[in-house]
């Protein structure tokens, strides 16, 4: 079968131009039917949008009271252990100090038992 249509690249030209031309008609007929509808949609999409920053930001607070407590548990933590730390240095102190004393008491014991000795031997002597 014979083509009986002349297809010439003017008319080939011309019916691109019609669909493109139906194709933004039909889009600008669905903008515009559309068109009290996005608004709503809009409003509806800021209305999640700012729900949404303030999940957010609810999130990021908790997270942040979470580590300034854990922060202040490690500086009570530190501070406990710095502090049986320090006592337990005291304690060593003292028990050395003790012990100090104690030598040297027993020094002091021991000269006066060896002087009374010499004492009584000198006294037995003459």
């Known amino acids: ?35 009290p509808h996005r608004e709503a949609r809009q409003a509806e999409r800021l209305l999640v949008a700012e729900a949404r920053e303030q999940r957010r930001a609810e999130r990021e607070q908790v997270r942040l009271d979470e580590q300034n407590r854990a922060a202040a548990e490690e500086a009570a933590r530190e501070a406990a252990v710095a502090a049986a730390a320090r ?18 008491k027993d020094e002091a014991d021991r000269k006066a ?6 004492a009584n031997r000198k006294a037995r002597q003459a």
Request: aromatic content about 6%.
């Open 1 to 35: 079968m014979k083509r009986t249509t002349n297809n010439a690249h003017s008319e080939r030209r011309s019916t691109a131009a019609h669909a493109k031309a139906a194709l933004v008609k039909a889009f600008h007929a669905a903008r515009e039917a559309a068109e």
């Open 87 to 104: 006592a337990e240095f005291e304690a060593r102190e003292l028990a050395n100090k003790t012990r100090a004393e104690r030598v040297l």
């Open 113 to 118: 038992a060896r002087d009374l000795r010499y």
